[in-house]
C-alpha cells in the first residue's frame, strides 16, 4: 500500500459499499458521479487491489472490500467523534441537531414540541428528516432518532420516552352514511382502511379471533399519512394514533374497547456521541417534552370519547363475510 494514503477516501468508498452503485455513493456525499469513480478508482490504485466489481446493476464488493468495511466505519466514527468534541469547544450549544422522525410524529406531534425547543434553545438549528424507515445512527444519516422501534445496534443509546396509544377511527361523514360499529365483530360489515405490507392489523384481528385477510381491507397502504387522509375523507374505518385523530374534529375514535396495543417511543442516540453539547440539550429536551405533548393528548383523548349515534343501516352484501 502506497505510504501516502489518502484517508478522505474513505467516505466514498463507505458510500459506495452502502448504496451498492457510484451514483448512489454521489447522491449520498453530494458529488458528482465521475468524481465518486475517480474516488474509487484512486483508492483502489494506492491499496494495489480492486474493491468492487463493476456490474450491470451496480457494484458489487470484493473480499477486500467486506474486510476493510468494519475499520473503515470505526475511523469514519472516530473522526466524526473528533470533529463534533473539537465544535464543542467552540460553542457548546449552538448549531444544528439533524433529527428523524416517521411522518405522523413530525407532521402531528413534533409541531408542538419544536416551538417550545426554538423557545429554550434558539441557538440550535433542527434539521428534520422525515422518514418511516430506521435511520442509520451509525453513519449519521441523524444525530438522534425518534421511533416506535427499539434498536439493536450495541452503540447505539435507545431509552423509552412514552407510548403512543391507537384508537380505531372514522370521519363523521362516514359514520353517518354506514352507521358506528357496536362491537369488534361489527368491524367486519365496514370499509377498512389498513396496511400493505405490515401484517400487525392482520395478527391483531386473529387474537381476537377474528379470521380476517388483507382482502377485507377496501384500502391498503403503508404510507400513515395517505391512511390518515383516507379516513378524514370518509373513505372508511382505520386504526391510527391519538395524537393524529385529535387533529380533526371531523374524525372520532369508534370502539374504544378494542384491545389495540400501544406503540413504545424510543429516543435514540449514538453512544460516542450523546454528550456532544447540543446533541445531548436537544435529547435532553425532546426527553421531557415528547411525553408531556402524548400526556396532553391523553388528558383530552379521555374527555372526548362519545361518537354520533348509529345511523339504520342497511345490509351490504358486497362486505367480506367472517369467512
Not at 235 to 261: K, N, W
Request: hydrophobic share 45%; proline share 7%; with cysteine.
Amino acid at each position: 500500500m502506497n505510504s501516502s494514503f489518502d484517508w478522505g477516501l474513505l467516505p466514498t468508498f463507505l458510500a459506495a459499499l452502502d448504496r451498492g452503485s457510484l451514483l448512489g455513493a454521489a447522491k449520498q456525499l453530494g458529488i458528482s458521479q465521475p468524481t465518486a469513480g475517480r474516488h474509487i478508482a484512486d483508492l483502489e490504485a494506492q491499496l494495489g487491489k480492486a474493491l468492487f466489481e463493476r456490474t450491470g446493476r451496480g457494484l458489487k464488493p470484493t473480499a477486500l472490500a467486506l474486510e476493510l468495511a468494519a475499520p473503515a466505519r470505526a475511523m469514519q466514527t472516530g473522526a466524526l467523534v473528533l470533529a463534533d468534541r473539537l465544535l464543542d469547544t467552540q460553542s457548546q450549544q449552538a448549531g444544528t441537531v439533524r433529527l428523524t422522525a416517521s411522518q405522523p410524529v413530525a407532521c402531528y406531534l413534533l409541531p408542538s414540541v419544536l416551538i417550545r425547543l426554538r423557545q429554550t434553545l434558539p441557538a440550535i438549528q433542527i434539521e428534520l428528516e422525515v422518514s418511516n424507515t430506521v435511520s442509520n445512527l451509525l453513519q449519521r444519516e441523524a444525530d438522534i432518532a425518534v421511533r416506535m422501534v427499539r434498536p439493536e445496534q450495541a452503540s447505539l443509546v435507545a431509552r423509552r420516552i412514552a407510548d403512543v396509544s391507537l384508537s380505531a377511527c372514522a370521519s363523521t361523514d362516514y359514520l353517518a352514511r354506514r352507521g358506528t360499529p357496536a362491537q369488534p365483530a361489527d368491524l367486519l360489515q365496514h370499509e377498512l382502511i389498513g396496511y400493505d405490507q405490515q401484517d400487525d392489523l392482520l395478527r391483531g384481528f386473529a387474537a381476537m379471533g377474528f379470521p380476517v385477510t388483507r382482502e377485507h381491507f377496501a384500502l391498503r397502504t403503508d404510507d400513515l399519512i395517505a391512511s390518515w387522509q383516507a379516513v378524514r375523507a370518509g373513505l372508511g374505518v382505520g386504526f391510527t394514533a391519538d395524537y393524529v385523530i385529535r387533529t380533526d374534529p371531523s374524525v372520532v375514535r369508534v370502539l374504544p374497547m378494542l384491545p389495540l396495543p400501544s406503540l413504545p417511543v424510543w429516543l435514540t442516540v449514538h453512544r460516542e456521541i450523546r454528550n456532544n453539547g447540543r446533541i445531548r440539550a436537544v435529547y435532553d429536551f425532546l426527553a421531557d417534552a415528547v411525553p408531556q405533548a402524548l400526556a396532553a393528548v391523553a388528558a383530552s383523548t379521555a374527555t372526548t370519547v362519545s361518537t354520533p349515534s348509529p345511523a339504520p343501516r342497511e345490509p351490504h352484501h358486497d362486505q367480506p363475510s367472517l369467512v
